[in-house]
């Protein structure tokens, strides 16, 4: 059984920066498409981010784009989300996922569709 644990969250600056990490153990990752999901409070969860299989495919929300970058190190079985610029709009709790693929849901809020294992959230909080 694959299980998903999120590390990295933590208090920052606006503009500061921060990486989180999607660890997995049970299963090879590498059989796995993997997305970021946010969901800030009083807010629908939305996606963030997705990984392909091999990495290289990519897909960002427009809010974050030129801003967060999305990795993965399948010899690790982990999957990173770095995080630059952050701004306080940007604070929520993530959480990682993984599926088949990253299955574009152009809904608003945009979602990632097939996610099939979930991690259970590392808070990132952006505040002065």
């Known amino acids: 059984q694959l299980q998903l644990v999120e590390s990295g969250g933590g208090l920052v600056q606006p503009g500061g920066s921060l990486r989180l990490s999607c660890a997995a153990s049970?299963?090879?990752?590498?059989?796995?498409?993997i997305g970021w999901f946010r969901q800030a409070p009083g807010k629908e969860r939305e996606g963030v981010s997705c990984i392909s299989i091999t990495g290289g495919g990519t897909h960002y929300l427009d809010s974050v784009k030129g801003r967060f970058t999305i990795s993965r190190d399948n010899t690790k079985n982990t999957v990173y989300l770095q995080m630059n610029r952050l701004k306080t709009e940007d604070t929520a709790v993530y959480y990682c996922?993984?599926?088949?693929?990253?299955?574009?849901?152009?809904?608003?809020?945009?979602?990632?569709?097939?996610?099939?294992?979930w991690g259970k959230g590392t808070l990132v909080t952006v505040s002065s």
């Open positions: 049970g299963v090879a990752l590498d059989y796995y498409s």
């Open positions: 996922a993984a599926g088949a693929l990253c299955a574009v849901e152009t809904t608003a809020p945009l979602n990632y569709y097939g996610m099939d294992h």
